[in-house]
């Protein structure tokens, strides 16, 4: 059951911004585009709140008694009101066209910090595809009201979507998860937050691998390459979700059971080598299919979307790999591989800021994404075939973009 509701989830997910997106890309001004990508980047970047999450699947897996009010609320309130507040005042410095778009962020990512425990709490009791469809709806449901905002000219949905998702997704949590939390103070002790810690630094630079070059973009390009390429680099990343899905099912499985974790990674390495065969197909016959879809303005920039395509199918792996690598507790072997892809891309961003265009963009995503090869080269001792393989297909992956970039 919770595999059908996970993969309900996903399609679900799916469907909802393959169908929004052409709505959007043809409904709003470059302006309002603008707006409306930035909201649906920033309900992904509030992953910075979520360092929690993974160590109360660790422990909750093991004791389900450490499920209590305290340890599940205190850390991420205190962490939720601290990024809220701090967003709050940005919002207030920021172009006056952002402004509550702003403020409808701060009040989001509060939401968010109250429903990732409730969403720990469902995967620590193997709840995970109830938690992952709830967390899908909530991505449809935002899609959807931009969408709606798009057909209707409803401006205030470009900011608001983003507050009422994260709203109805906190109240859906608290109905399914509330049966799992117990009576109790905080007790994790020192070590729970040590653990935190890590999972800190992985989230910060896990965000700016995963949304680093549509920040970027939406700082650096011309005002009518913004919206697009947003777009395209949340399209790209779509194909990703069966590794999501699969990272997300299977993570508290191998807590249980490390002896599946090689499988798990051989599973990575395949889905990557047949995510990159479907980028090369596209490359080569889809160009019509795509003018199609996003309508004949975007025509121009069909190679940066080949190229983000090939960029997001070396990044899947990053999904298996940081399962294995936190079930085994490498949390220190998992930042460092997450921080040299940050550095890598943040080191070019800056080389290249007064100088940024598009293709520049899709060379940052490039590096950015890039922490799958380090995830590979830690865990090559402990799993060496599949490691070799998936770092070949990581250079197929890389010579495909750089050739993109050098046409």
Not at 169 to 176: G, Q
Not at 177 to 192: P, S
Not at 220 to 225: C, D, Q, R, T
Request: net charge positive.
């Amino acid at each position: 059951m919770q595999k059908v509701s996970m993969t309900a989830g996903a399609i679900i997910a799916l469907v909802a911004s393959l169908l929004a997106i052409p709505i959007i890309s043809r409904g709003l001004s470059p302006e309002k585009l603008s707006i409306a990508t930035v909201s649906i980047l920033a309900h992904g970047l509030f992953g910075i709140a979520d360092f929690f999450r993974p160590i109360l699947v660790r422990n909750i897996s093991d004791n389900e008694e450490f499920a209590t009010y305290g340890n599940l609320f205190l850390p991420n309130l205190v962490i939720g009101l601290s990024l809220s507040a701090g967003s709050a005042v940005i919002s207030l410095f920021v172009h006056e066209s952002y402004l509550y778009l702003g403020l409808s962020i701060s009040f989001s990512l509060l939401l968010f910090s109250l429903y990732t425990p409730l969403w720990g709490t469902m995967d620590g009791n193997f709840q995970m595809g109830t938690a992952y469809l709830v967390r899908s709806l909530s991505v449809a449901m935002l899609y959807g009201l931009i969408a709606i905002g798009a057909v209707f000219d409803l401006d205030y949905m470009n900011y608001g979507a983003i507050s009422i998702s994260n709203l109805a997704t906190l109240i859906i949590f608290w109905l399914f998860a509330r049966k799992y939390i117990r009576k109790g103070k905080f007790n994790a002790g020192i070590g729970y937050i040590r653990q935190a810690s890590y999972l800190f630094v992985q989230n910060v630079f896990k965000l700016i691998n995963d949304f680093g070059d549509r920040v970027f973009a939406s700082a650096y390009l011309p005002g009518a390459y913004v919206g697009g390429y947003n777009l395209l680099s949340d399209l790209s990343a779509r194909v990703n979700f069966p590794a999501q899905l699969a990272s997300s099912y299977y993570y508290p499985v191998i807590c249980r059971e490390p002896q599946k974790a090689s499988l798990l990674l051989w599973s990575g390495v395949v889905f990557s080598t047949f995510l990159f065969a479907i980028c090369v197909t596209i490359y080569a016959f889809g160009v019509e299919i795509f003018v199609w879809y996003l309508g004949e303005g975007r025509r121009h920039i069909f190679p940066i979307f080949c190229g983000l395509l090939a960029c997001f199918s070396n990044y899947s792996l990053s999904f298996f790999g940081q399962s294995v690598a936190r079930s085994l507790s490498l949390d220190r072997s998992l930042s460092l591989s997450f921080g040299a892809s940050a550095v890598l891309g943040l080191s070019y961003s800056l080389i290249n800021m007064h100088d940024m265009n598009i293709y520049r963009v899709m060379i940052i995503a490039l590096l950015m994404k890039s922490s799958s090869v380090f995830m590979l080269l830690g865990l090559l001792r402990r799993f060496p075939a599949q490691s070799i393989c998936g770092l070949i297909v990581s250079l197929f992956s890389f010579s495909f973009v750089i050739n993109i970039y050098i046409r």
